[in-house]
């Protein structure tokens, strides 16, 4: 199976910039980096894990939260096996932990859901302050 390591939390300032990456080792059946499909979710304290972003086996096809979108940028490099997450513009209602997971890719458009994905990191911590 896929394991998945996160890296690249830390505190930042609102109004900051921050770039996790997941790097992901080890293979289920065989396969590559480019046969799964990517997410990143995040967990605040309190809070049930919450979708992020997904990214499709070949960057072609990204998909943000509402909460999100216009500040983070989801993107891969499959020869690196790893997925990234830039986050610009950090507020501090960003702050939680961060998790990448990764499905294989069966064809979907896309995956939002905690069970769509069997693969997870341990997750990285990003504090914004005020």
């Known amino acids: 199976q896929v394991q998945l390591v996160e890296s690249g939390g830390g505190l930042v300032q609102a109004g900051g910039s921050l770039r996790l990456s997941c790097a992901a080792s080890g293979r289920a059946s065989g396969r590559t980096f480019s046969s799964y499909a990517m997410g990143w979710f995040r967990q605040a304290p309190g809070k049930e894990r919450e979708f992020v972003a997904f990214i499709s086996w070949n960057g072609g096809n990204t998909y943000y939260a509402d909460s999100v979108k216009g500040r983070f940028t989801i993107s891969r490099d499959n020869a690196k096996s790893t997925l990234y997450l830039q986050m610009n513009s950090l507020k501090p209602e960003d702050t939680a932990v961060y998790y990448c997971?990764?499905?294989?890719?069966?064809?979907?458009?896309?995956?939002?859901?905690?069970?769509?994905?069997?693969?997870w990191g341990q997750g990285t911590q990003v504090t914004v302050s005020a």
């Open positions: 997971a990764a499905r294989i890719y069966d064809g979907g458009a896309l995956y939002y859901t905690q069970s769509q994905y069997p693969y």
